[in-house]
């Protein structure tokens, strides 16, 4: 006798649409990043991100730059794709002042910013311990984080903003002359918890979502099919259609790198868009570390898949 056949492997053309967002570390000075921005447009993708932090995880000892004068840089050289910080935290930022800053981001984009929001690491993380700031409980920064969107929406649609919390605090805020985007930049909020899955619901235009650390593959998969089907829930309970936000994957939270080849990133482009995922992020691959890769199979991939013609 023999088994069960073998589900054939995924191909571009078996994909239903998705749209495919990219990373770009902002770990190298700008003269040799500025080619990998112009790159990831001329390659196809939708978006481009950098990450927002003061310095992360191994890389902290290493060079490090801030995301908005290097997504400002990106925005100068290219024309189409869209950018954001995935993603920008309460840890060192406060809603007044960083809506000034994604106001200059939308301007000088030409209306082409998303502002992804987080609710900042827990724990060890290096943005509070540098900051010395002390850790808050899982309630604590997702009640912070509340906060931290709800008056960032306010301050990006509207001006003369006043607000008093536990955390913010604004009097009289201006924010002339507003988004070009209307009514604002969209907010691509990233959330796994019920709670933090709320304020997506509440005031996202999308929701990304990294799945869960520290599990296998086949649970890494269902852990993100059940995340997609508790925020739909929660859109609900919101008020709003099931499909009112954008669901974005970053791929790369899983045991394996997305891009270790073209069909790893084919397989999980098609895994994320049968479970109802609009987009995938990937990573630009490293020399060795985190997301180690080879940039020929960022080439392949993105001329068999990111670039085809979609619907």
């Known amino acids: 006798m023999t088994g069960p056949a073998k589900p054939a492997a995924r191909t571009a053309a078996s994909i239903p649409a998705v749209r495919f967002g990219i990373v770009i570390?902002?770990?190298?000075?700008?003269?040799?990043?500025?080619?990998?921005?112009?790159?990831?447009?001329?390659?196809?993708?939708d978006h481009a991100w950098t990450y927002d932090h003061l310095g992360w995880r191994d890389l902290v000892e290493g060079p490090w730059f801030d995301s908005v004068p290097t997504l400002t840089a990106a925005a100068l050289?290219?024309?189409?794709?869209?950018?954001?910080?995935?993603?920008a935290s309460p840890n060192f930022r406060h809603p007044v002042s960083y809506a000034r800053q994604l106001l200059a981001?939308?301007?000088?984009?030409?209306?082409?910013?998303?502002?992804?929001?987080?609710?900042?690491?827990?724990?060890?993380?290096y943005d509070n311990r540098v900051l010395g700031a002390p850790p808050l409980s899982?309630?604590?920064?997702?009640?912070?984080?509340?906060?931290?969107?709800?008056?960032?929406?306010?301050?990006?649609?509207?001006?003369?903003?006043?607000?008093r919390g536990t955390y913010y605090t604004a009097v009289d805020a201006r924010?002339?002359?507003?988004?070009?985007?209307?009514?604002?930049?969209?907010?691509?909020?990233a959330a796994n918890g019920r709670r933090a899955m709320a304020?997506?619901?509440?005031?996202?235009?999308?929701?990304?979502?990294?799945?869960?650390?520290?599990?296998?593959?086949?649970?890494?998969?269902?852990?993100?099919?059940?995340?997609?089907?508790?925020?739909?829930?929660?859109?609900v309970a919101a008020g709003r259609k099931p499909d009112a936000a954008d669901r974005y994957l970053s791929l790369d939270s899983a045991p394996v790198y997305s891009l270790s080849s073209v069909a790893a990133f084919t397989d999980a482009a098609g895994r994320a868009a049968e479970l109802g995922f609009?987009?995938?992020?990937?990573?630009?691959?490293?020399?060795?570390?985190?997301?180690a890769g080879r940039e020929d199979t960022l080439e392949a991939a993105a001329a068999q898949l990111v670039s085809r013609p979609r619907g």
Do not use: K, N
């Open 278 to 291: 609009t987009d995938v992020i990937t990573h630009w691959p490293r020399p060795a570390g985190v997301y």
């Open 199 to 235: 304020v997506a619901a509440r005031h996202g235009d999308g929701w990304v979502t990294y799945g869960e650390r520290g599990v296998s593959m086949a649970q890494w998969w269902r852990a993100a099919g059940a995340l997609a089907r508790a925020f739909g829930d929660e859109l």
């Open 175 to 189: 924010t002339g002359p507003g988004c070009v985007q209307s009514p604002r930049a969209p907010l691509v909020i």
């Open 105 to 125: 981001l939308d301007d000088v984009s030409g209306g082409r910013l998303l502002a992804g929001l987080g609710s900042g690491a827990h724990g060890d993380d």
């Open 77 to 87: 050289v290219t024309s189409r794709i869209r950018l954001g910080p995935l993603v």
């Open 25 to 45: 570390l902002p770990e190298t000075r700008w003269r040799d990043a500025a080619p990998r921005w112009q790159r990831a447009e001329q390659y196809g993708f």
């Open 138 to 163: 899982l309630r604590a920064r997702t009640d912070r984080f509340a906060e931290f969107a709800g008056l960032l929406d306010l301050l990006l649609r509207g001006d003369h903003v006043s607000f």
